[in-house]
């Protein structure tokens, strides 16, 4: 389990300094400085040590545990950054070569592509289990947690070198309806029929409304079967394009993408659940018309997997541009906020076993995405009270209208883009924000003015647009474009930030095409016996547009679904064996 960690552990042991005294260098990482100590003389890198770091567990603290043994290993300071923990890879890549012009050595000698890695004869394996679920993202890691508490054996893979895939950068909440959270928060006029319709309309009615029932009947004891496993998200706030509070997050205002990953992971681990890492899938084998495994693969091995039920939750493909374009052309050089994992595989070995799958054209643009990093601005900022505006200084839309016509508005306005505003209350309220001030995507001012200069806005439009806002709050009321949420708390409190922002791909909607048990679905209308899907490789729970906080809802409550089904079937496909 979680082997490429070990990896570098053990090259980084192997290797004995001979050099002179180390030396340190620093590089900024996500949350702060990442500092190293190295030693190393004119030819050889003989160790590299992160001494200071505050990186993101599961993101960042993967490449701080992998890229220095690499570096050694390679004797180079070209080595890959690690896919989805860029800022912390290239912060250590930064510090190392600060360390190495301290001890008054050129970089330059280290920057040379490694040669060729040897190519290994692979290894043949078989393993056996119930259930084989390939992704460990969200979807993947809820379904391992609940088919194991329903006492199946578990197979977890991993293509990439950590799990969390896109739900790893998931920062607003989960939407649930009628949960004893909301209860407790005194809000009573959002029940379970006012999530259907919203997300319904949210989709454009293109949704397909068993799914939506689904998800919203059974998000209440999603929500709290999350509490059971350690992993509580008691703060209610609403969220872009729903009429009430719906959206759940954690207590201390953390990322919810990072909190149940670690959470479930965590969970994982204490139920011995075998997650492989850096090991793909490939195919889907089948056994007279039924899933019964799959074919995989790292970078050592050939595995057959044999399992009595199979999960498929490798997520969407919003980072396969050809796979994108091919719906969507316009596409072709939008930013995306996927992982690079997101290449839709589950989707087409699916298709390969004959599954049908649904609104595949569907593709979701965020309005808020800093283009320099593809780094999203989460939506939460709106929903704590952000504000959007354009070149002019001014507003320009409902900022809290669904993604796709608040994407649509901004495309509209100077440029293409807009900046996002918000005041040290919101910061104090998020810590995303200053995850956002610390990589340096914000320009900031002590006063409206100053930030208009940073910005380079007209300061007179800005400073009024500024104020109509505040106004606006006192009142309860957006006469200019109607916004009714996320008006809790006015902009006033300096400093002031602004992130300029543009649309950016960031859910596919489609995929395959299961039924409310996450059986999947033929071509021909039939369920795949032992095929089960779950979370963005699916289609149809959000028909042509996704609504904020709904992405978590829908792993949690289709992973849990998904695991219970197929830790059900594969214990009556052993019952039918015996
Ligand atoms: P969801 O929210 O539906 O769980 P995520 O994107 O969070 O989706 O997770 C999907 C996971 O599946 C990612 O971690 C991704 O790397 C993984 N994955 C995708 N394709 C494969 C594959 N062929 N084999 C193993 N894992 C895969």
């Known amino acids: 389990m979680k082997r490429l960690a070990v990896i570098p552990l053990i090259a980084a042991l192997m290797i004995t300094p001979v050099a002179a005294d180390p030396t340190t260098g620093t590089g900024q990482g996500i949350d702060g400085d990442v500092v190293v100590e190295v030693d190393a003389d004119e030819n050889t890198i003989y160790s590299v040590e992160v001494i200071e770091q ?9 490449a701080v545990e992998t890229l220095p043994g690499e570096i050694v290993e390679k004797n180079s300071i070209l080595v890959d950054d690690i896919a989805g923990a860029t800022v912390t890879s290239m912060a250590i890549k930064e510090a190392v070569k600060e360390a190495l012009e301290a001890a008054g050595i050129d970089p330059a000698n280290f920057e040379v592509e490694s040669e060729e890695e040897e190519e290994v004869e692979k290894t043949e394996e078989t393993i056996d289990c119930d259930v084989v679920i390939v992704g460990a993202g969200g979807a993947g890691l809820t379904a391992a947690v609940r088919a194991t508490q329903e006492g199946a054996d578990v197979l977890v893979l991993e293509k990439m070198p950590m799990i969390g895939g896109n739900s790893l950068k998931a920062s607003g909440g989960m939407n649930c309806a009628g949960t004893k959270f909301q209860e407790e928060a005194g809000i009573t006029d959002s029940g379970v029929e006012e999530f259907i319709e919203d997300t319904m309309e949210g989709g454009h009615q293109l949704n397909d409304r068993d799914l939506v029932t689904t998800m919203a009947e059974n998000s209440a004891e999603a929500v709290e079967w999350l509490a059971s496993i350690d992993a509580p998200l008691p703060k209610v706030a609403a969220t872009g394009g729903t009429t009430h509070k719906y959206l759940h997050s954690p207590e201390d205002g953390s990322p919810v993408g990072q909190y149940l990953i670690q959470k ?3 969970e994982a681990d204490r139920l011995g659940i075998n997650i492989m890492l850096n090991t793909t899938a490939t195919e889907i084998l089948m056994e007279d018309g039924a899933a019964v495994g799959v074919l995989a693969n790292d970078s050592a091995h050939d595995y057959v997997i044999n399992a009595k039920a199979v999960i498929l939750a490798t997520g969407g493909f919003g980072s396969n541009f050809d796979l994108m374009t091919s719906f969507n052309p316009s596409l072709a050089n939008a930013v995306t906020t996927n992982h690079p994992g997101a290449t839709g595989d589950g989707i087409m070995m699916a298709e390969a076993v004959g599954a049908a799958t649904v609104d595949m054209e569907q593709i979701q643009l965020h309005p808020t995405v800093y283009q320099e990093t593809s780094m999203l601005v989460s939506e939460k900022m709106r929903s704590l009270g952000a504000i959007l505006v354009n070149q002019e200084g001014k507003r320009f839309c409902n900022d809290l209208a669904t993604r796709d016509a608040v994407s649509a508005a901004e495309l509209e306005q100077t440029g293409g883009y807009a ?25 900031t001012g ?12 007209d300061a007179d ?7 109509t806002w505040n106004a606006a709050v006192a009142a309860g009321k957006d006469e200019e474009f109607g916004r009714n949420n996320g008006m809790d708390d006015d902009l006033s409190t300096a400093p002031y930030y602004a992130i300029k922002i543009a649309p950016g791909i960031h859910h596919t909607m489609g995929g395959i095409k299961i039924n409310t048990n996450t059986e999947v679905i033929s071509t021909e209308g039939e369920v795949i016996p032992g095929l089960y899907a779950a979370g963005e490789t699916t289609g149809g729970v959000h028909g042509g547009n996704r609504i904020g906080g709904n992405a978590v809802c829908d792993f949690v409550v289709f992973g849990r679904i998904a695991g219970a089904e197929a830790a059900g079937y594969a214990a009556g496909a052993a019952e039918d064996a015996a």
């Open 446 to 457: 002590d006063s409206y003015e100053e930030l208009a200069q940073a910005m380079g806005v």
């Open 54 to 62: 505050n990186e993101t567990l599961g993101i960042g603290s993967v």
């Open 461 to 467: 439009a800005f400073v009024e647009t500024m104020e």
């Open 264 to 266: 479930l992971g965590e």
């Open 419 to 443: 900046y996002i505003i918000f005041d040290q209350n919101l910061v104090d309220h998020n810590a995303s924000a200053q995850e956002y001030i610390n990589v340096g995507m914000a320009v």
